[in-house]
């Protein structure tokens, strides 16, 4: 477990989360070889099992934004990178990165960072009220069907932007980027598919791979850049008679987690 606490403020923090991704998908992805630029940053090189606090995007990153990200999967009390303050909580260390305030944005923000949103997926898209909810925690947010589920090329255009906002930002940042890619739908990305699997989901996860240098470029010329990877909820694919999420099934509870420190440019 990172200190975040003796991490912030002198870095930039990004949530990178890479919507709906199986952790056996992630896992499937990297055992053989296909995520060439996020393996080599992975610790152990390899992807942490962990329980998420919602099964659906909505549920996830509220509780991630106030300081509950997922939990190791394994028995155990185990401590929190950021926690919101709250008499009797059993899972601050010396090591949490404790705020006073309701949200991790929030709290940021009143340190001097400039809070980004990026979303991907329908709750970030600021087209209705419940679209608008998680972006309005941000100083900026920003969305177009071009960062949406139904564009195959999705992740490149959204770690453009990313990385465009990353170079013309003087401060410190707090960016959320929530990647549509490994959302439904993702057929698309497989060749002769007609419906989502974990194939095409893992296709989708090669296309985001893809992207990340433009990202971690960007990162590494700011200076160091505390990262956290991972999904916020699964999906199911007809497992057990089930589809989609925002239910309760182990493939949508167990996603894949990481967090390093990225390095500044030499």
């Not at 940021?108 to 925690?137: I, K, M, S």
């Not at 401060?171 to 990305?189: D, G, I, K, S, W």
Request: hydrophobic share 45%.
């Amino acid at each position: 477990m990172l200190s975040a606490r003796g991490l912030i403020p002198g870095c930039d923090v990004v949530l990178l989360t890479l919507d709906s991704l199986r952790y056996d998908v992630a896992t499937a992805a990297l055992d053989s070889g296909e995520l060439p630029h996020l393996a080599p940053l992975l610790p152990e090189g390899r992807w942490e099992e962990r329980h998420t606090p919602g099964s659906f995007t909505y549920a996830a990153h509220q509780a991630f934004l106030a300081g509950f990200l997922p939990t190791p999967a394994r028995p155990g009390r185990h401590a929190r990178l950021f926690a919101a303050q709250f008499a009797g909580s059993a899972s601050t260390s010396p090591t949490t990165f404790t705020f006073e305030e309701a949200t991790l944005p929030a709290a940021l923000a009143n340190r001097g960072y400039r809070t980004v949103c990026l979303g991907g997926v329908g709750f970030f898209n600021g087209q209705t009220a419940l679209g608008g909810a998680l972006p309005a925690l941000f100083h900026e947010a920003h969305w177009t069907p071009a960062s949406g589920v139904k564009n195959p090329d999705s992740a490149r255009v959204q770690v453009a932007l990313a990385a465009r906002r990353l170079t013309q930002i003087k401060e410190r940042v707090f960016l959320l980027l929530n990647m549509a890619a490994t959302h439904t739908p993702t057929h698309f990305y497989l060749p002769g598919a007609r419906r989502d699997s974990p194939q095409s989901q893992r296709a989708a996860l090669r296309s985001v791979d893809a992207a990340l240098p433009v990202l971690f470029e960007a990162l590494r010329a700011r200076g160091p850049a505390l990262l956290i990877v991972c999904a916020d909820h699964g999906t199911c694919f007809g497992e057990d008679g089930y589809h989609g999420h925002r239910l309760a099934h182990p493939l949508v509870w167990t996603v894949p987690y990481a967090e390093f420190v990225l390095p500044g440019a030499a």
